[in-house]
């Protein structure tokens, strides 16, 4: 862990106000500035967001395109390409479906919408209803309907619109009479992004740790590093591997890098503290580092395939793995390589500038506003006008929404803050001034 920490022009006082972005309707406790920051993320008017690119997989292949009947629940029951799904297929099929019935009584909901919710998990309303209070209670339809629609693939936006609406209103009949101030509050997920060594270990702790505002309503995520370092009954080190032997275990290493977040989040799903920051994402795997190791040759084609066949499926039917926010950590490769040197991890003793620049550019087309403006590069919105006053004035130029073809569908129009991290400051003394400043506000 640094000593000296990285500096964004005042990283506290960006950070304090990074919970901010979190608002929600149902987050009160947490003197949110900005509540319609979040819940009226842009992109209502958004159709349908293409498949991403990586995935070499066209709407054909997803069953995205073929015509689908526009009556009530109207989808019909075709195969790919829109011929008739051969009997034996159709048979086998219903028999999977045959519990979840009740999805049919939903508006929008025929055969083939039925067949694509069951595919993902939802065998019945309940379960709908369950997301509907996890992930989108408090904010627009169009969170919910743009996730039916990107997520699950119902191709109709009428159709997602008539589910979310029924399930909307099917929980908020259950709810009348209910005390909501009483119901436990939705949590918040923000994953902190970075370079290798920008210092996200650090912010996390110290920041959310030390700062007395944020302890108690905060919970912290590290990246499963100990899980990596240590495999098994036989203590493999996998990341030590993948640096000794990059082309032998690249796919492996990302593969477990991605379970092991799955596992990560799993645990610490059930937590109470209203705002769970983690560190990195299952985006940042895919977004920077599979696409480093695919271009330095370490992982070959039928890997990077492998890796996307599942990606995407998984993604899309685990919503906990889909953060509400970005706070991206940014600094220079040079001073990320002058932080990595201090550091001494034993498995890094081979990771070049080089390497870094390349992790550097990466994260700069993901999570940074297209400089240049070349076509088929990540392009990032900065604030819609009508929202630019809900944010505090310091943070307001650091915020932008992700969106692009290289963006994977569920994290189009997240938000993301950028700090500047360039600087190390003590941290301590920045803290200690903090809490003075509370202490003597408190004394006022
Ligand atoms: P980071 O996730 O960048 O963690 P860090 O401890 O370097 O971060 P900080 O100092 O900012 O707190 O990387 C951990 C190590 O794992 C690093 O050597 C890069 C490697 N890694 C991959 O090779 N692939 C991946 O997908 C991830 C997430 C990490």
């Not at 030590?240 to 645990?267: G, L, S």
Request: proline share 5%; glycine share 8%; net charge neutral.
């Amino acid at each position: 862990m640094h000593k000296l920490l990285p500096r964004a022009a005042s990283v506290l006082d960006a950070a304090t106000a990074a919970p901010l972005l979190l608002s929600s309707p149902r987050m009160p406790a947490l003197h949110l500035a900005c509540s319609s920051f979040l819940a009226a993320r842009p992109g209502a008017n958004r159709s349908r967001t293409r498949s991403p690119q990586w995935l070499h997989c066209d709407g054909a292949r997803r069953g995205l395109c073929s015509a689908e009947a526009a009556r009530r629940g109207g989808d019909t029951e075709e195969g790919e390409n829109g011929r008739a799904v051969p009997e034996r297929r159709q048979r086998g099929r219903s028999d999977a479906l045959a519990g979840s019935g009740e999805l049919l009584a939903i508006p929008g909901v025929g055969p083939r919408n039925l067949r694509k919710l069951v595919d993902k998990g939802f065998d019945g309303v309940a379960q709908l209803k369950q997301l509907y209070r996890d992930k989108f209670f408090g904010k627009s339809n169009e969170k919910m309907v743009e996730f039916l629609q990107n997520s699950v693939g119902i191709i109709h936006k009428n159709h997602a619109e008539s589910i979310t609406l029924f399930i909307k209103e099917s929980v908020d009949e259950e709810m009348k009479g209910t005390d909501t101030s009483k119901l436990p509050k939705r949590r918040l997920t923000f994953c902190v992004e970075g370079n290798i060594s920008v210092g996200k270990t650090t912010f996390l702790q110290r920041i959310a740790n030390e700062t007395i505002e944020l302890r108690d309503l905060v919970e912290i995520v590290p990246e499963p590093i100990a899980k990596w370092q240590d495999v098994g009954p036989e203590h493999f080190n996998i990341l030590d591997a993948f640096y000794a032997e990059p082309e032998r275990y690249a796919y492996t290493f990302q593969n477990y890098v991605f379970v092991t977040r799955v596992m990560q989040e799993k645990e610490s799903a059930s937590g109470i503290k209203p705002l769970r920051l983690m560190e990195r994402s299952v985006f940042s795997d895919r977004m920077v580092f599979v696409r480093a190791v695919h271009e330095a040759n370490w992982m070959n084609e039928m890997e990077i395939s492998i890796y996307d066949s599942w990606f995407d499926p998984v993604v899309s039917s685990l919503p906990g793995l889909i953060p509400d926010g970005f706070i991206y950590l940014r600094a220079s490769p040079d001073t990320c390589h002058k932080r990595m040197m201090v550091r001494k991890r034993s498995e890094e003793g081979g990771v070049t500038l080089d390497y870094l620049r390349g992790l550097h550019e990466k994260h700069e087309s993901w999570l940074l506003p297209s400089k240049g403006g070349g076509s088929g590069v990540l392009s990032v919105s900065q604030l819609p006008v009508h929202l630019e006053g809900s944010l505090p004035a310091d943070i307001q130029d650091r915020v932008f929404y992700l969106e692009g073809d290289h963006m994977h569908s569920s994290i189009q129009k997240v938000p993301a803050l950028v700090l500047d991290c360039e600087h190390d400051i003590d941290f301590n003394k920045d803290i200690e001034a903090k809490r003075h400043k509370l202490r003597s506000s408190l004394n006022l």
